[in-house]
């Protein structure tokens, strides 16, 4: 079984640019998770999705960030303009059912993204 | 106050020695627990389940202490290999809520 896979695993970009990050979730997985972890600081939630529904977007720092599951498949996090603050790990992870706790969260390598 | 708190660490120890961390929670709607281990540059990866009764998995030993609204691991006879960072995870599921600690960093010295 295919893993949680995001895309590109690194990316570095000049302040003012746009990135797109993607995450294919494990197939099946209904739940779809964004996180970041900046350097230093804690991971910290960004939205869930639950199919192509934003379940909770409160993590969302501000409205630079756009994040889209069409089809409720891949899941896209666009960050345009970047800053320099955006800089870190976005964590994508997928779950199959949250409720059950026996197979909680899922989560790919992670795109590390640098803003210069 | 974070919402779950853990002692970043780090804790530097000798090759087979016994160590435990804890992680506090505030919230007593939180559900359900986990630990997660993260290596270095790589993402996090789940290292067990948390239940109310306790359970063991090798040489790692989670507990569950909702009354004081904790949980713990506890890592015997360690190994280099256990190097990494501890993350705590605790679920609402009511509120969909996924919340992190900001983890504990092990080392282990030959």
């Known amino acids: 079984e295919a893993g949680v896979t995001q895309f590109p695993s690194h990316s570095v970009i000049e302040k003012g640019q746009t990135v797109t990050l993607r995450c294919d979730p494990i197939?099946?997985?209904?739940?779809l998770y964004w996180y970041r972890r900046v350097m230093g600081k804690e991971i910290k939630f960004l939205l869930h999705f639950v199919k192509e529904s934003k379940q909770d977007e409160s993590g969302m720092p501000n409205n630079r960030f756009l994040a889209e599951r069409t089809g409720g498949t891949y899941s896209t996090l666009k960050v345009q303009p970047a800053e320099l603050e955006d800089s870190g790990v976005y964590f994508c992870a997928s779950s199959q059912d949250l409720a059950s706790g026996a197979n909680v969260l899922t989560f790919g390598a992670g795109s590390r993204l640098t803003v210069l | 106050r974070k919402e779950v708190e853990q002692d970043p660490g780090p804790f530097n120890v000798p090759e087979g020695a016994t160590v435990a961390f804890n992680c506090t929670y505030s919230n007593s709607a939180s559900q359900s627990f986990f630990w997660y281990r993260q290596d270095c540059r790589k993402e996090p990866k789940l290292l067990m389940s948390?239940?109310?009764s306790g359970n063991e998995d090798g040489r790692f030993t989670a507990q569950l202490n909702r009354a004081s609204q904790y949980i713990s691991l506890l890592i015997r006879d360690s190994k280099l290999s256990d190097s990494a960072t501890y993350l705590c995870v605790v679920l609402r599921s009511s509120a969909s809520k996924i919340i992190f600690g900001s983890g504990t960093r092990l080392s282990i010295r030959p």
């Open positions: 948390v239940y109310s």
């Open positions: 197939s099946g997985h209904d739940n």
